[in-house]
């Protein structure tokens, strides 16, 4: 199967936050901890309710990711700019504008 | 402009307060997610990529400095120091914390602001033309009518949970710059033989995934029947109109799959009904909400045009800005001023704190305490004396709002797309800021002349591709952003749905298909007088597909 993350969007604003391998929420994508079993993703789902009925988040969902040169990227394209941020600023400063 | 009257602040003091509530019991857990949610887009509130996003009516595109400024604020102190202005002439915060949103709405109710009805299925936000009550080509000022709908339908009981969404528009000029065939019911003002003034209903038109051009469904509605005639069709639509998919609930689709004939029949004997009872709108209430409205007085000043010309062709980039920037005003002596938001690589309907304070200031100072936004996303000084363009052109040159480009192909209308949207497959923003940049040169836009060109990042269509005149929809193939052109579309006089040109292109080809597209039109049109769409609506699609693919159907 393919690695999955779980990411959610925290409560208090919004901001996409990914479950960790401590068993918290982090703002960081790549402290995110990786299910590469199906008894893992049962895992994840259960903590992203218990999560969700505490509260701490919402719109929590198993994400697919894949391991490049040692780093976790997120297959689709919105996930990515989800970890990331808006593509804007950095296009700007490519183009020097 | 309208000021609130006692009832308005009632009920924007009344829902802050029962929003406010609603947020602190979800924030102490005494209601969840899906209690919440419908709550929360009642108020604008949405949930995107990165944050929470709170939608902000701006009524038919009317603001004053003191209410911009306000924007400004809230964009500091709540937000990230800016606001972004959308295609439905509100504008919208990317990154508000919901714990700080009662605090924004309670600030925003100073000022005569809120977010109520700006989502769900109720009559949203009235738009209207943004040189209303300026323009040189105006019958009659379409704003008081907007504002009679605005109030009527504010909290409409019976309008409050639609099949869907509900668009309504109204223009009172020869150029219709509201875009209203592509509403639920757009409103077109005019005057009979008579002298009388009253409104033709377009109905059913819109765009998204399935795009329709509104139909005319009366050609004259007394201006006092107004609300009647506006009833009798949504109280039809909301009959039988369909609950059972959502993409089927609009509207356009009830006309299109009952007949435009079948119900005017029954919209005409509702209002039959409707048209003696209490919804005949008073001469006199029209009277009193038109005062609101009374253009500005505007002291001649016929002594500037002579030194407009000289300071004209004493700064060639001012000139440029003139020649694009600024409409004619119905007094010989003022001129419309549009701001474009359209910088060379930026994103389209942005707007920092400190510019929209630098707005504000102009605004007060320069055009009567008045601002418009534009569903184009770019802002408006509806009445600047020719005078005083010099000083404004400066001003807005050093906070890097002096793009001459409007009505240019860098004057781009584009959604937030994948950046920031939920609903996104793809991104809007890098592809105009990619086509902004590759058609920076002025000399080369104007060359290119007048166009349209608009992107959307999903088929519900917010940056209205469907009209553009190149239009472009982000769509997800296999995990990538793929970018489907179509060409020919119009907004306004002669509105069009434009046609697919073929295969999609991907996030590295289109900005050069757009290109293809451009040097096709420039070696067959007849002269530098005939647009784009003239030239288009003359050649048709065969020589821009062969352009834009080789025989097999491939981009080329
Ligand atoms: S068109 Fe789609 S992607 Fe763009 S703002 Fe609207 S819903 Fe979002």
């Known amino acids: ?97 | 402009m309208y000021r609130y009257d006692e009832f308005d602040k009632a009920f924007v003091a009344a829902r802050v307060a029962e929003f406010s509530d609603q947020v602190t019991r979800r924030l102490a857990g005494e209601m969840t997610e899906e209690e919440f949610m419908p709550l929360r887009l009642r108020n604008g509130v949405y949930l995107q990529l990165h944050a929470y996003m709170l939608r902000v009516a701006i009524p038919y595109g009317t603001l004053s400095s003191r209410q911009l400024r306000k924007l400004a604020h809230i964009a500091r102190r709540y937000d990230r120091g800016y606001g972004h202005f959308t295609t439905r002439q509100n504008i919208q915060f990317n990154w508000p914390r919901l714990v700080d949103i009662p605090e924004i709405l309670e600030e925003l109710s100073e000022v005569e602001m809120h977010a109520i009805q700006t989502s769900g299925n109720c009559i949203r936000n009235v738009t209207s033309d943004h040189f209303a009550g300026a323009a040189a080509d105006e019958f009659a000022d379409p704003r008081p009518y907007a504002e009679i709908l605005r109030q009527w339908s504010s909290l409409h009981p019976e309008f409050s949970y639609l099949p869907r969404k509900f668009k309504i528009a109204v223009v009172g000029a020869r150029i219709d710059r509201a875009a209203i065939q592509v509403h639920d019911i757009g409103l077109w003002l005019k005057r009979d033989s008579s002298g009388k003034l009253g409104f033709a209903f377009y109905v059913g038109g819109g765009q998204g995934r399935t795009p329709m051009v509104a139909r005319l469904l009366r050609d004259f509605v007394p201006e006092e029947d107004l609300l009647s005639y506006t009833t009798a069709i949504i109280r039809i639509y909301n009959l039988y109109g369909r609950r059972d998919n959502k993409y089927k609930a609009r509207i356009k689709i009830l006309i299109h799959e009952t007949g435009l004939e079948k119900l005017r029949e029954e919209i005409e004997a509702e209002f039959a009904i409707l048209k003696t009872g209490e919804l005949k709108l008073p001469q006199a209430d029209i009277d009193a909400i038109n005062a609101y409205f009374h253009t500005p007085d505007l002291a001649d000043r016929p002594e500037w045009h002579h030194n407009l010309d000289w300071l004209r062709s004493d700064d060639p980039a001012f000139d440029r800005w003139v020649n694009r920037n600024v409409a004619s005003h119905r007094h010989p002596d003022y001129g419309i001023v549009t701001i474009s938001l359209k910088p060379t690589g930026g994103v389209p309907g942005d707007a920092t704190s400190v510019q929209m304070d630098v707005v504000a200031d102009l605004a007060e100072r320069y055009s009567k305490d008045e601002l418009r936004v534009s569903y184009h996303q770019n802002l408006v000084l509806p009445h600047v004396a020719l005078g005083d363009l010099k000083v404004i052109y400066d001003t807005l040159l050093a906070t890097g709002l002096a793009s001459a480009n409007i009505g240019l192909i860098s004057d781009i209308i584009a959604c937030p797309g994948l950046d920031y949207c939920t609903l996104a497959n793809a991104r809007s923003i890098s592809v105009a800021q990619q086509i902004s940049a590759r058609f920076s040169s002025h000399d080369r836009q104007m060359q290119v002349g007048e166009i349209q060109l608009n992107i959307s990042g999903c088929i519900n269509a917010c940056g209205h591709h469907h009209v553009g005149h190149i239009g472009i929809l982000g769509v997800e193939k296999k995990g990538s952003e793929l970018y489907q052109l179509t060409l020919g579309g119009n907004a306004g006089n002669n509105c069009a749905i434009g046609e697919i040109t073929g295969r999609g292109f991907s996030s590295d080809e289109i900005v050069d298909a757009v290109e293809t597209v451009i040097n096709t039109y420039l070696s067959v049109r007849e002269s530098n007088k005939e647009s784009f769409i003239s030239t288009y609506r003359r050649v048709g699609m065969a020589l821009f597909r062969q352009a834009l693919y080789d025989v097999t159907g491939r981009a080329v």
Request: aromatic share 6%; with cysteine.
């Open chain 1, 1 to 97: 199967m393919s690695l999955k993350i779980l990411t959610a969007s925290r409560l208090t604003d919004g901001h996409p936050v990914w479950y960790c391998t401590d068993g918290g929420w982090s703002k960081e994508f790549s402290n995110a901890a990786v299910a590469d079993t199906s008894l893992a993703c049962l895992l994840f789902e259960r903590v992203a309710k218990q999560a969700i009925e505490k509260n701490e988040i919402v719109d929590a969902t198993l994400v697919d990711v894949e391991t490049r040169d040692g780093r976790l990227v997120a297959l689709r394209l919105r996930e990515r700019i989800r970890a990331n941020g808006p593509t804007i600023t950095s296009y700007a400063q490519n183009q020097s504008i």
